[in-house]
């Protein structure tokens, strides 16, 4: 899926009322998409652990009286449910993830703990919710098994991982599946999964983000270290995945039969390699 054109993308009315919840709501991404389905509308609740970073985005917006914020850990199986079970919510968005490479290789089992049996204590509390009609679960475009293919990994292409974390995301969509043919299908709820990857914007202070470095080091007035400066990623603004898993939930509302597995990036013009990212980025300090 396309996710570059986001005005389009979204439907403002389809959005107003809905009971929304959002797992991992004080990170870069589900802060920005927490304030974007406020000014849509919708009643949002959201579960997370306090924030990760300092600064935050989600401290950066104040105070907060349109939305519920929970903090609680996904890997608490009993107290997810409570809390999912109180919001009863219509759609959900799961993005609440262990999200570092770097920090998987160094807490491997926490990595799993949260990325894998997280999401599957997620599925099994929706399992028995009838409010519940659409989920929307984030993964990454990491999970696919590394072929050094010229083409753009696509759904259906063999799943797999090297590191911990790409791993835990790539295992983390075999139990999306199985609870959506198990369970779920059958129970009304469309479940989907979204891969996406090299999110930039505003608010990111994350550790291991190409940005985010680049700006510390600047700062800092010392040498920023690449890795790969030759490496090219499909680049894509925070806002556009964001306003695909707008579309893609408001889709799955009217046509369940659409649950699945999405890659969501942009146009194939927008790749460029990491050395002009940063090269673009320090003409306009």
Not at 65 to 71: R, V, Y
Not at 255 to 277: C, D, I, Q, R, W
Request: hydrophobic share 45%.
């Amino acid at each position: 899926m396309n996710s570059g054109h986001v005005p389009s993308l979204v439907d403002v009315d389809f959005w107003r009322g809905k009971r929304v919840l959002i797992t991992g709501h004080t990170g870069f991404k589900g802060a920005w998409l927490a304030f974007w389905l406020q000014r849509l509308g919708a009643n949002v609740t959201g579960i997370a652990l306090p924030a990760a970073t300092q600064p935050s985005l989600f401290a950066l917006l104040g105070e907060k009286p349109w939305m519920n914020s929970h903090h609680g850990d996904i890997r608490d199986a009993t107290s997810l449910k409570a809390a999912v079970h109180s919001a009863r919510p219509e759609i959900v968005f799961h993005l609440a993830a262990q999200a570092l490479v770097r920090a998987s290789y160094q807490q491997p089992l926490d990595t799993f703990a949260t990325n894998v049996m997280g999401t599957a204590n997620l599925l099994e509390a929706l399992r028995d919710l009838p409010s519940v009609r659409v989920a929307v679960m984030v993964t990454t475009d990491k999970v696919y098994q590394n072929r050094e293919w010229l083409y753009p990994y696509r759904e259906d292409d063999a799943l797999g991982g090297h590191d911990p974390y790409s791993a835990s995301k790539a295992a983390s969509e075999l139990v999306i599946a199985s609870y959506r043919s198990s369970y779920l299908e059958s129970a009304g709820l469309a479940v989907a999964s979204v891969r996406a990857g090299n999110v930039i914007g505003g608010g990111d202070w994350s550790a291991d983000r190409l940005i985010p470095d680049a700006v510390r080091a600047w700062q800092a007035k010392q040498p920023l270290v690449i890795r790969n400066p030759h490496a090219t990623r499909p680049w894509q603004h925070v806002l556009e995945p964001l306003a695909g898993y707008l579309a893609l939930a408001c889709q799955l509302w009217a046509k369940p039969a659409l649950a699945g597995a999405y890659n969501m990036g942009p146009s194939p013009h927008a790749a460029s390699s990491v050395e002009n990212v940063i090269n673009l980025a320090s003409s306009r300090r």
